[in-house]
């Protein structure tokens, strides 16, 4: 029998987080502790920019954009948000998503796998994905189950099951 894989990869949505952004946008444009305060939201290239009059303000944009970003299944982990810094009259907040698993973090999780996981399962790191192989799809699952049940500090997807 032929072995069975999946790959692990990190990767968000760009259309589900336009989705959020557009959601933040309205809801900041409608709610009254938003007025006259000048918040946004909007992509400033690949980046997402926040701004507001007050530090409060700006951290209650991006309180409410990572609501909406749990709310459409993306993961925080995915989100990389700056401090906010005065600028002029303004606060903002730039945030950048995280895409693509590091080499370090490829070599953490296949380390996982191979000091916790079914003996028989191989991970291999191709470019910034992970392919994990097994000739038992019931020892894959374990391995998802595992990975699942780990703190990582980045955001984990499981695509490509056969």
Known sequence: MADSSFDIVSKVERQEVDNA??????????????????ASIAWSGEKIEMRANSEERVKAILDVFQSKLIKRGISLKA????EPQLSGKEY????SLEEGISQENAKKVAKIIRDEGPK?????????ELRVSSKSRDD?????????GKELDFALQFVNYR
Request: proline share 0%.
């Open 92 to 95: 903002r907040i730039s945030a």
């Open 140 to 148: 894959l699952q374990a391995v998802i189950a595992l990975l699942k």
């Open 79 to 82: 989100l990389d948000a700056s």
């Open 120 to 128: 028989g399962v191989k991970a291999q790191v191709q470019g910034d």
């Open 21 to 38: 952004l557009n959601q933040t946008a309205k809801e900041i444009s409608q709610r009254y502790d938003f007025k006259n305060v000048g």
